[in-house]
């Protein structure tokens, strides 16, 4: 018989232990101070209720609780997103991971927590049997060198400030990925959380000759690659989503990367400009909580539009 946890909100000491636990796979390269130094105050984690479980006053597993709004068939709901699930080495095969995530669940279905959202770093057959749908998750990857199949015509990327235009930011998100059947929303403070979590991203408005705003894409330089962390545009028809593809790639010529991609949506026009494949980490996976309709097709689906600076 596995030996009981016990299962509790953690305090500083435990939080300090579990944060301390994970440095072996999510360290970023850092020493086992800067790791914890790192993660104590990131803007992302800072926001998270951390749950650990317990063996004789043992942290032995633990997650991250992230509070969330979503939007789900025009109804904007209260949701939870899940991080930094783990359990020590020792400990595995025991069931603890289970019960860790149930006894969140719960407590959150309480809470009125429509869904819980997970990335999923492992086979996602895990969390499948744990009641979690899996979601469409595409990443896709263009050489700057290759030949675009079509130029950006009148548009392009132009730098801006995002805190000095974060209200028409604000709003052009929330018009674009609104309007899908599943979103995540963002309120005033989780944008600055976003712009605190990934300070050197730089942020394009997407720009005609007339100099009107048509969407922003916010991108983030990693070694040779630069990665489309999100994006929202002021209409979802094809056309425009691969003036801002072309664009990017334009963009990251000018820059010298080699690659531009990242997270992308099923769509034509990304099929066209990027080699989209399945993501064999950071997968999307979705339970309903207090959630009363199901997570059907449509639904799902929507979450193919998840941005990448939304990952917790």
């Avoid at 009981?4 to 020493?31: C, F, R, Y």
């Avoid at 974060?166 to 600055?192: E, Q, V």
């Avoid at 099929?271 to 997968?283: D, G, Q």
Wanted: overall charge negative; glycine content about 8%.
């Amino acid at each position: 018989m596995n030996p009981t946890l016990n299962i509790h909100p953690a305090s500083h000491e435990e939080l300090l232990a579990a944060h301390g636990n994970v440095h072996d796979i999510w360290s970023k390269g850092l020493s086992l101070e800067e790791h914890l130094r790192y993660r104590l105050n990131s803007p992302s984690h800072r926001r998270a209720c951390w749950i650990v479980g317990c063996l004789e006053g043992r942290v032995v597993t633990s997650l991250g609780c992230y509070p969330m709004q979503f939007r789900i068939a025009g109804q904007e709901l209260p949701g939870i997103s899940i991080g930094s699930v783990y359990t020590l080495g020792d400990f595995r095969g025991c069931n603890f991971a289970p019960q860790l995530l149930q006894w969140v669940e719960n407590d959150q279905r309480q809470r009125q927590a429509a869904i819980s959202l997970l990335y999923s770093d492992i086979k996602p057959e895990y969390y499948a049997r744990l009641g979690y749908a899996l979601c469409p998750a595409l990443q896709g990857w263009r050489k700057t060198s290759a030949i675009s199949p079509a130029a950006a015509g009148r548009f392009r990327l132009a730098p801006i400030s995002p805190r000095e235009h974060l209200p028409a930011l604000m709003k052009m998100y929330a018009d674009y990925h609104g309007g899908m059947p599943l979103s995540i929303a963002r309120d005033a403070d989780y944008w600055t959380m976003t712009l605190e979590r990934f300070p050197d991203d730089t942020f394009h408005a997407l720009v005609a000759d007339d100099g009107a705003w048509h969407g922003y894409a916010r991108l983030g330089r990693r070694g040779d690659d630069l990665h489309l962390t999100d994006f929202a545009m002021v209409d979802s028809n094809e056309s425009l989503a691969e003036a801002l593809y072309a664009a990017m790639v334009e963009l990251g010529r000018t820059l010298g990367v080699t690659r531009v991609g990242g997270w992308l949506p099923d769509s034509e026009a990304a099929r066209r400009y990027f080699e989209l494949t399945p993501r064999r980490t950071e997968i999307t996976m979705l339970k309903p909580l207090a959630w009363p309709g199901p997570l059907d097709e449509t639904l799902i689906a929507g979450t193919s539009q998840f941005c990448e600076v939304d990952h917790v």
